[in-house]
């Protein structure tokens, strides 16, 4: 197969794990290269996502480099054998890649944690809120364009209510609440779809408010991707230039650490159920109270 020209996020996160556990071992290229009986041009291929790798090799590579970790010599074979393509690869062409990426690893995470400042989270977005956002930017979309946009983000919501839906937990800062995003009653829909949203049972979201304690978080926002294997899991933080995927467990725990504080800080969560008269001390109170002023 000719060389990959565009490999995705997963791809590319496979390529850098088999590097990695040769680098650990002290094994060279051509040294890896005769453990497959390949070519040595062929292993920098393959660690930098432009070849792929049958998963039996992937096995082999990591047994050769003393990787005793069954668990995660597993997760690197399923990402070698996956094959089919996803409903977002329609979108190929249209879309950035790390758009499509996200979605990708949406679709493959075990949990999902996100933080956002003055946005609602894409994934908990109304089709009007999503579509008004997308009717602001700075440069013009034409209609097909905006219409891509719009159907790929209200697709990407399916994953919270399907099967084997992944744990979601969503901190918003009140400021995002307050933005006027396409006037009154496409903010009360959006505040509305919050509160139904958070009964569900893997989604919680909570509240930040102004009064709330200030947090090295505050200043960016970021969608944790977490996988069953830890070591796995993927931070994106959007650019509108450049979208950065982080992968290196030093800030991926500092990630983790950050959104525990993050959470400590925000209101109560969205409950179960909910009934009645919420405090304003409590998220779906806040977002009540803020219904009540539109």
């Not at 994953?159 to 496409?186: F, T």
């Not at 030093?250 to 209101?267: F, P, Q, T, V, W």
């Amino acid at each position: 197969m000719p060389p990959r020209t565009n490999p995705t996020e997963r791809q590319l996160r496979l390529g850098a794990e088999l590097r990695k556990l040769r680098e650990r071992a002290g094994v060279q290229p051509p040294e890896a290269a005769a453990l497959l009986g390949l070519d040595r041009s062929r292993i920098s291929h393959i660690e930098a996502a432009r070849l792929g790798i049958r998963p039996e090799r992937v096995q082999l590579l990591a047994e050769s480099y003393g990787c005793t970790d069954a668990t995660f010599v597993a997760a690197l074979v399923e990402r070698a054998q996956e094959r089919s393509r996803g409903w977002w690869s329609s979108y190929r062409g249209r879309l950035k890649q790390s758009t499509l990426d996200l979605a990708e690893l949406e679709f493959h995470a075990s949990y999902i944690w996100t933080f956002e400042t003055l946005f609602i989270p894409g994934l908990l977005q109304t089709e009007g809120y999503a579509r008004s956002i997308f009717d602001g930017v700075d440069y013009p979309l034409s209609a097909g364009e905006l219409e891509a946009r719009l159907s790929f983000r209200l697709q990407r919501q399916q994953i919270l209510v399907g099967e084997n839906a992944p744990e979601y937990h969503a901190i918003i800062h009140e400021a995002a609440l307050r933005v006027g995003v396409g006037g009154p009653a496409v903010m009360r829909q959006q505040l509305l779809r919050l509160i139904e949203m958070g009964e569900l049972p893997n989604v919680t979201i909570q509240v930040i408010p102004f009064e709330g304690s200030i947090h090295p978080a505050l200043n960016g926002t970021y969608v944790f991707l977490g996988d069953e294997v830890s070591e796995l899991s993927t931070v994106f933080v959007e650019h509108p230039v450049s979208s950065l995927f982080i992968r290196d467990s030093e800030s991926i725990d500092r990630y983790k650490n950050l959104h525990a504080g993050l959470a400590r800080r925000g209101l109560p969560a969205v409950e179960k159920m909910s009934s009645g008269v919420n405090s304003e001390k409590s998220t779906v109170g806040l977002l009540q109270h803020i219904l009540y002023t539109l």
